[in-house]
Structure formats: structure tokens, C-alpha cells
């Protein structure tokens, strides 16, 4: 056996992360880890990758024990981890992130070595990448391979993929697990951790399934299917969200031929005008890039647009800040939890009410044990596993803040939100709950503009659904006649549907 990891535990004050966790790795394998936001996959990553030590428990390769400090020892060791947020150095080129750490040349970094050791490892995994492009230019699927081929250069024997899958277009998926495919004949081994089941079954040998820090079940990916792993991992099959026709009634926001520009001739967003009215859902699909998170910026007042007008409940919003924004009716779960979402050192409290602390103070006092009492009840509500209110933000697994962030946003009750990804990275049941939460929104009044790159999303919550190339609307389709393919088409820069 390549991998064996036996009867790890690992505790953080009273929450038992991991409780005797046995997961073991055959070379040439994929072996996904599954499992609810919470339940310890992170963790045990964490710690076969150094970055924490086990409270108990062995980690074998090659049947010899081993014991990582740090992650530098781990990857010594032949491991290595593509985290869910890329770590690379926007402004350097692919070949610098690849060889950085491990630069070639005696005295001076030799640039010349270093692109034509990229070019020579990019052939023998046929991992296509230019070593000379820059790296923030490169769009999510790219920026990944060279996460990929980063760990191959450092010697990986073992790959852990934490969510890959998350931040891709559905074709940048297909490339992604052909190339896992492929590198596994090469002898590579993966360990796979996703929420995405389908894709875990198509991609994986083999699937280990966690429920609070435990091992609920291993199972062959041939010999399983959707509704066991459900099972394994909540205790009970899941049951999809029932959406009832949409009643649209007034406008509620409002956009009439908004425009940014990217500096230069280029335009982030060219002549944008769409209407979200109270009652419906408007979905924005499109590959990732094509100005969706500028349309974001400028509707939620983080952006000023050069052209055009914004209104939300006929008011003029055009040009105001987010906070004017908030207190006219906005809410907004945001693309980037970490970002504009929370903040990593706030208590889980006070995350809690970001945002909107306004509305919960007097006399410029926070009402503390109001906002304890509305947090504790979205922690029971989303079944949030947060530890306690006063436990610091940046401890939540990534599924726990972000539905710690829905909750948030939702519980403005106010006449708009913003869907940014309002389920990535998290657990099938949490998303169920978020589905319901946001038609339940929706059914009341609510008006919501839901941006998403997962396409099944964007299919089953919709009313109407607008795509986005380059910068512009490429088309809109009414959710009876939208289909994956004709979305996928016009996503890529196909026929404008007029
Ligand atoms: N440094 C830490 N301090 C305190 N608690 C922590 C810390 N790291 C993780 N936890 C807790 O350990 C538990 C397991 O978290 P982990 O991140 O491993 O879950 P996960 O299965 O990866 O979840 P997700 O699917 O949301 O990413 C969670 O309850 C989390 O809050």
C-alpha cells in the first residue's frame, strides 16, 4: 500500500475533528474523501500534508512510518496539495510559479532552464500550458494545471485535490479529469475531496465517506451510487427543492446601459440593461471572466460605472457606495467568501452581523445579545458547526462560513439579494437548505439575481436566465426553453439569441 493513515484524531479545544480516521491510498489510485461541511476532510489533509500535527495516530508510506513537521517535509516525501484557493504570484509567469522554491541556475535564477524544464514536464504529463504567459492572466482552468504541474515539478507521487473542481466551466472540468486519468497511468495517485458527487464517481476507484470526524463507509465508485453516498454522509437520502411558477410583479432592480471600462479600449461591461423584478429569480450564466464579478461590484456599489444608470425600487443608485446600497434594500452573499464576505480574525459573532451592524446598534452600541441570540439561531437553522459565537471566523471549515454568510444575507429580509455562488463548497444537504431558502425568498416577494458557474444551479432556481460574454449580454432565455447545451453555446460566444 502506498498511503495508510491509522487511527488519526485530531482535536481543537472540545471539537474532535478527526476520531480514528483509517484512510489508506493504492499507487496509480484516485481516492475520494466525501463528506458534510465540518465532518474533518480538510484536517486529515492538513495533516498528511504537515501543515498540522495528528493528536494520535500513524501516517505510512511505503509501510514506513513517517512523521511531517511541515509541509516542506511532505512534499520531500513525495506529497503534493492543490488547495481550494490557488496560491500562486499573480504577476509572475507560469514558469516562475512552476520552478519558484526550486528555481534552476548556480548563482542566478536561470530563466531560460526554468522555462524549458516547464515546457519538457508540461509534454511528459501532456499538460498544456505557455510557461511565458502571466499568471493573473490566465484564466481558473490554466491557473489550475499550473497548480498541477507545480506539485509534479517539486516530485508529487501522491496529489491531494482540495475542491478543484469548484471555480471551472464544465468543459475546464472534462480537461481536469481527463488529466487526472491520465496522470494515474503515469503512476500518480490522487486523494479527491469534493462535494460534487457525480463527478467524485466518475473520477474516483474508490470513495471514503467522513460524518463528523469518523469513517462512515469505503466504497468501490462503481458500486455506489448518489443516494448511498447521501446516506453515508447525512444519515438520510436527500429530497430536491419543489419550485412553483414564478409571479413576477414590479421592477426592483434596474440597469440601463451600465458600462466599465478596463482601462484602454476594452470593456469589463458593455451596455448592460436587465430588470430583476420582486418574485423572480434571474440567473446570470457564463464562463468565468466574461464580467460577471464587475456586473457584481457595480450592482452591490464596489464599483462605479462609467455609463449608465442603477436604480432598486426606482431610487437612483448610480454612483452610491455599498453601504448606501445596503440601507436602500440590498443584500448580498457574496462570489468570494474571504474577500468580501468575513472577516478572518471576527468572532464567529460578529461575521455574523457584518455587513449590517447598523441596524443592530443603539446610541453606536452593538446590541451584543441580540446579534448572539440571531447568530445561534442560523447556527441551528443551517446546522452550522461553528464551535462557539466567540470562536475566531478563520477556525469555520470553508462550508460552515459560507453558510454562516447565506444565513446572514438572508435574514436582512431585504427586497433584493445578490446570489453570488450561494452554495460553493458547500455539503449536498446545505445546499438543499440554501435552494429552499433562497425560493422560499423568492416566493415571498424577494428579488434575486443568482450568478453561479455551476449551470445546474443556475437550471433549477431560475426564472429567466441572461448569459454573459465578454462583458456584454450574449442572450436570455426563459427557464422552460434553457438547456445546459444552449447555455454552454452561447457561454462560449455563440449566435446572439434575439
Ligand atoms: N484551527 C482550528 N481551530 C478550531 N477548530 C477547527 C480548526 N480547524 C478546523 N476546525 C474544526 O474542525 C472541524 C472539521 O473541519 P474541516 O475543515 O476539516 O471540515 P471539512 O470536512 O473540510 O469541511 P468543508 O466541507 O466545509 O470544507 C470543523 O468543525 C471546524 O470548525
Redesign the pocket.
Known amino acids: 500500500m502506498l498511503l495508510e493513515m491509522e487511527r488519526i484524531s485530531k482535536s481543537?479545544?472540545d471539537?474532535n475533528?478527526n476520531r480514528g480516521i483509517n484512510y489508506n491510498l493504492k499507487a496509480g489510485e484516485v481516492h475520494a474523501i466525501v463528506?458534510?461541511?465540518?465532518?474533518?476532510?480538510?484536517?486529515?489533509m492538513r495533516i498528511l500534508y504537515g501543515m498540522e500535527q495528528p493528536s494520535s495516530g500513524s501516517i505510512k508510506l511505503n509501510g514506513k512510518e513517517v512523521f511531517f513537521n511541515d509541509p516542506k517535509e511532505a512534499i520531500r516525501h513525495g506529497i503534493g496539495m492543490v488547495h481550494q484557493h490557488f496560491m500562486l504570484f499573480p504577476n509572475f509567469t507560469v514558469a516562475e510559479n512552476i520552478v519558484i522554491g526550486k528555481e534552476p541556475g548556480v548563482i542566478k535564477f536561470d530563466r531560460k532552464a526554468a522555462v524549458a524544464q516547464v515546457e519538457a514536464l508540461s509534454k511528459n504529463y501532456g499538460i498544456k500550458v505557455d510557461p511565458l504567459a502571466k499568471v493573473g492572466d490566465c484564466p481558473l482552468g490554466v491557473q489550475q494545471r499550473v497548480e498541477i504541474l507545480k506539485v509534479l515539478y517539486q516530485g508529487a507521487e501522491i496529489i491531494i485535490l482540495d475542491?478543484p473542481t469548484g471555480v471551472l466551466t464544465p468543459l475546464e472540468v472534462k480537461e481536469l479529469l481527463e488529466a487526472i486519468k491520465a496522470l494515474t497511468l503515469k503512476g500518480k495517485s490522487f486523494i479527491l475531496?469534493s462535494?460534487k458527487l457525480n463527478e467524485v464517481m466518475s473520477a474516483a476507484d474508490r470513495i471514503t465517506v467522513?460524518r463528523d470526524?469518523e469513517v462512515t463507509g469505503v466504497v468501490e465508485a462503481s458500486d455506489t451510487d448518489v443516494e448511498q453516498l447521501s446516506n453515508l454522509m447525512v444519515g438520510r437520502a436527500l429530497a430536491p427543492s419543489i419550485k412553483q411558477p414564478s409571479m413576477p410583479k414590479h421592477p426592483v432592480l434596474e440597469l440601463n446601459n451600465v458600462s466599465l471600462s478596463g482601462g484602454g479600449s476594452k470593456k469589463l461591461l458593455d451596455s448592460i440593461s436587465l430588470q430583476v423584478r420582486a418574485g423572480e429569480i434571474v440567473g446570470i450564466a457564463g464562463i468565468s471572466g466574461n464580467g460577471q464579478s464587475e456586473l457584481i461590484q457595480v450592482i452591490a456599489g464596489l464599483l462605479s460605472p462609467d455609463h449608465g444608470k442603477i436604480s432598486l425600487l426606482g431610487a437612483n443608485m448610480t454612483g452610491r457606495n455599498a453601504r448606501d446600497l445596503r440601507d436602500a434594500g440590498l443584500a448580498h452573499i457574496p462570489e468570494d467568501r474571504y474577500i468580501w464576505g468575513a472577516n478572518k480574525s471576527a468572532t464567529v459573532a460578529e461575521t455574523g452581523v457584518m455587513g449590517h451592524q447598523r441596524r443592530l446598534q443603539r446610541f453606536g452600541i452593538l446590541k451584543r445579545k441580540v446579534i448572539r441570540g440571531l447568530v445561534s439561531d442560523w447556527i441551528k437553522q443551517y446546522s452550522i458547526?461553528?464551535?462557539s459565537l466567540d470562536?475566531q471566523t478563520q477556525?469555520?471549515?470553508?462550508?460552515?462560513l459560507q453558510k454562516l454568510i447565506v444565513a446572514r444575507e438572508l435574514a436582512q429580509n431585504t427586497p433584493f439579494l445578490i446570489a453570488a455562488e450561494p452554495t460553493r463548497?458547500?455539503?449536498i444537504g446545505a445546499m438543499e437548505t440554501i435552494h429552499d431558502q433562497l425560493l422560499r425568498k423568492r416566493d415571498g416577494g424577494g428579488a434575486i439575481l443568482l450568478i453561479s458557474s455551476e449551470l445546474s444551479e443556475v437550471l433549477k432556481l431560475s426564472d429567466r436566465i441572461i448569459v454573459m460574454y465578454e462583458g456584454a449580454i450574449a442572450g436570455e432565455l426563459q427557464v422552460g426553453e434553457a438547456t445546459e447545451e444552449k447555455l454552454s453555446l452561447l457561454m462560449a460566444g455563440g449566435k446572439r439569441n434575439e
Open positions: 481543537y479545544g471539537v475533528a463528506g458534510e461541511n465540518g465532518a474533518g476532510k480538510t484536517t486529515l475542491e475531496i462535494h467522513l470526524g458547526k461553528a464551535g470562536n477556525n469555520l471549515s470553508g462550508g460552515n463548497g458547500v455539503d
